[in-house]
Nanobody, 124 residues
Framework: QVQLVESGGGLVQAGGSLRLSCAASGRTFSSNAMGWFRQPPGKEREFVATISWSGKSTYYADSVQGRFTISRDNAKNTVYLQMNSLKPEDTAVYYC?????????????????WGQGTQVTVSS
């Protein structure tokens, strides 16, 4: 059974940092792009960051550019999201997803495996 399991969420003050991890099991995703999405309370799910299969290409939403960093360790079948300078508007459930292809994508429909999500709450 293929699973993506996120961890590392929690409560943090504005300006603080968190590092999310997404561990995959059941198959390897070393040939697939990976992404992070989030769903703020009462809002639609939105794209956050994506990374290509090799890790050489990344892309970020404007709202997190310069503050968040996506990375991956294919040997560990794990992708990370380092979040710095957090703001209250970053409060959301964060989801890890595996793409159907090798290439980065901001579109949720390109991702066919999803984790259960981890809550990130940023207090002001």
């Amino acid at each position: 059974q293929v699973q993506l399991v996120e961890s590392g969420g929690g409560l943090v003050q504005a300006g603080g940092s968190l590092r999310l991890s997404c561990a995959a099991s059941g198959r390897t995703f070393s040939s697939n792009a990976m992404g992070w999405f989030r769903q703020p309370p009462g809002k639609e799910r939105e794209f956050v960051a994506t990374i290509s299969w090799s890790g050489k290409s990344t892309y970020y939403a404007d709202s997190v550019q310069g503050r968040f960093t996506i990375s991956r360790d294919n040997a560990k079948n794990t992708v990370y999201l380092q979040m710095n300078s957090l703001k209250p508007e970053d409060t959301a459930v964060y989801y890890c997803a595996a793409s159907r292809t090798q290439h980065t994508s901001v579109m949720a429909y390109n991702y066919n495996y999803w984790g259960q999500g981890t809550q990130v709450t940023v207090s002001s």
